[in-house]
């Protein structure tokens, strides 16, 4: 194992890989990653299943027996992602059994069309947990406003949640607040906070996309890739203040554990930025960072892991936000067009996905 990737976990940032594929599973090669990259846990989307479906002949036995069966396009999908889902929640299962259920644990997301209507989402979310039927499984839910009471009413009925397209800081503030919210309805219910788990996936390198694409207009190169950092470590001080409230202390005394920052979108966008920049500048304890497979093979080959680079620069963060501001990025219109974007992109990945397997449900 890479003494780089020993060494980022000995920190406290569970490594986890976003990508998941049937391909991947029946080789072994999810496996081999848990042995020997220190992976532990898995995040998928819609664009990773559509990707996946349209390589290779993975799936071609169970789309013939869905097209024999005479299955719709909807039900179908729902088989092949969460065959893979449950198949992968097996494979970390050891992870999740050695650390109390902290990791080793698999994310589906429910479907991207509904993003917008928290009815909807709820009895979604419902449906692929009974679905699964593994206690290693997060249902991934988007935090839009629509989705902000669907995470509070999954988690009041157990249902652990991975809180996804997070941008803004002050929407990451309501997610902690309707997951707070979901763990005293569970309390309420009497039910254990301990078995129930939450992640908050907040974007990164969009965020640098984005900002940096309106920087080259007003022509302040000297503020490009900077963003997408500084906003990420604000989050976990965003996160540290609600470990030290008197609202978190008492679920906390009842079991509840945290709701840990996850690092998402860690892919290098701008080929000028070295590759490990969302691993090695965002490294605090109690953190997640999940990593698309090149990312993690470049760090493990030669990410620079100096300990916190997080915590020691809150000002420095401060600071860069306030000269972007300066300079003209209208943070609040950023956050807005990454979040309708994010939306946007599922949707598509989620229908190119209908197509595909329309295509191939022919007995």
Known sequence: MSEILKKLSG????????????????????????????????????TIFASALSKGDAYDAQLHDLAVRGVDV????????????????????????????VDGRVSLEVDPRLARDSEKTIAEARALWWLVDRPNL?????????????????????ISVNVTLIFSLERYRAVMDAWLAGLEAAQAKGLNLATIESVASFFVSRVDTEID????????????????????????????????????QRLRSAGARPQRPLWASTGVKNPEYPDTLYVDQLVAPGTVNTMPEKTLDAT???????GD????????????????KEAGIDYDDV???????????????????LESVTKNLVP
């Open 11 to 46: 920190q406290g940032v569970a490594i986890w890989l976003d990508d998941i594929s049937r391909e991947r599973l029946r080789s072994g090669n999810l496996e081999q990653l848990i042995r020997e990259k220190n992976v532990v846990g898995v995040t998928s989307n819609p």
């Open 74 to 101: 909807g039900e179908a999908v729902r088989s092949i992602t969460t065959y893979d889902i449950r198949w992968a929640a097996d494979v970390l299962r050891p992870v999740y059994d050695a650390t109390g259920g």
């Open 138 to 158: 997060f249902i991934k839910i988007p935090a839009t406003v629509e989705g902000l009471p669907a995470i509070t009413q999954a988690l009041s009925e157990g």
């Open 213 to 248: 694409k309106r920087l080259d207009k007003l022509g302040r190169a000297d503020l490009k890739g900077k963003a997408g950092v500084a906003n990420a470590r604000l989050a976990y001080a965003a996160f540290e203040d609600v470990m030290n409230s008197e609202r978190w």
């Open 300 to 306: 493990g080959d030669h990410a620079n892991v100096t």
């Open 309 to 324: 680079t997080i915590r020691p620069f809150y000002e420095q963060a401060w600071n860069t936000m306030a000269a972007l």
């Open 335 to 353: 956050v807005k067009v990454l979040e309708d974007e994010g939306v946007e992109k599922f949707e598509a990945s989620w229908n190119e996905l």
